[in-house]
């Protein structure tokens, strides 16, 4: 029986890997359709989804497959947990880089407003963290992942300004009204993007050292307030 568990959870751990090799191709193409005006590019990455989901539905049939038939205890039963909550945020990530893809027609003649609140800067950064999230999980580094989370605060403090550099824009010209509401909605994919690598990195955590810090971020906040 421990033979047999052995053998799934190999394969379970190999299929996270795959997917989130997948994950953050798609992730890329995504941007690179973006910012290179690529609609057959960002048809590619469209079409690839289905691969993503795939993958999601094997690896959730096969934790509840080791579930069902064994009783895996200690690191094992982190794994499971783990990798359980990891597939869900890539798949979520998988969705998020489909909808930077069919979002790519809405900019094709405002690449400079996307410059001028220097988008592609806040891309490349969140691009970082998704590596090193999946990177983390690969390696079963706890110190890249916790190194991970603690980024996410930078991506946060981007999101706020490029935030009010779009409001900015549409102040000054009514006629970025429409291009500005679009990116809006791709700058807030591009944060959910860095949220969900973060939980990938806590999960990471839990399955190296057995430590759960989720929620972390809300404590902080609730640390830095006020005490009343």
Request: aromatic share 6%.
């Amino acid at each position: 029986m421990y033979q047999y568990l052995e053998e799934e959870l190999d394969q379970l751990r190999t299929r996270i890997i795959k997917m989130g090799s997948l994950v953050e191709e798609q992730i890329e193409l995504a941007f690179k359709a973006l910012y290179e005006q690529n609609l057959e590019l960002a048809n590619i990455v469209i079409d690839r989804d289905d691969k993503v989901d795939k993958y999601d539905v094997k690896i959730d049939k096969q934790c509840q497959r080791i579930f069902a038939l064994t009783q895996p205890v200690a690191i094992d039963l982190r794994l499971i947990m783990s990798a359980m909550n990891i597939n869900n945020d890539l798949e979520r990530m998988g969705d998020i880089a489909v909808n930077i893809a069919e979002r790519v027609m809405n900019f094709i003649s405002y690449q400079d407003l996307l410059e001028r609140i220097e988008l592609p800067d806040m891309t490349k950064k969140v691009q970082s963290i998704v590596k090193g999230a999946i990177d983390s999980f690969v390696n079963n580094d706890a110190e890249m992942a916790a190194d991970i989370i603690k980024l996410d605060r930078v991506i946060d403090k981007a999101y706020e300004e490029t935030f009010d550099k779009l409001i900015h824009e549409m102040s000054e010209n009514k006629e970025l009204i429409k291009p500005c509401s679009h990116a809006i909605t791709l700058l807030k994919n591009i944060e959910r993007l860095a949220d969900h690598s973060t939980n990938i990195a806590e999960d990471v955590i839990f399955l190296v050292d057995a430590k759960i810090i989720k929620h972390r971020k809300s404590q902080d906040k609730d640390d830095d307030a006020p005490i009343s």
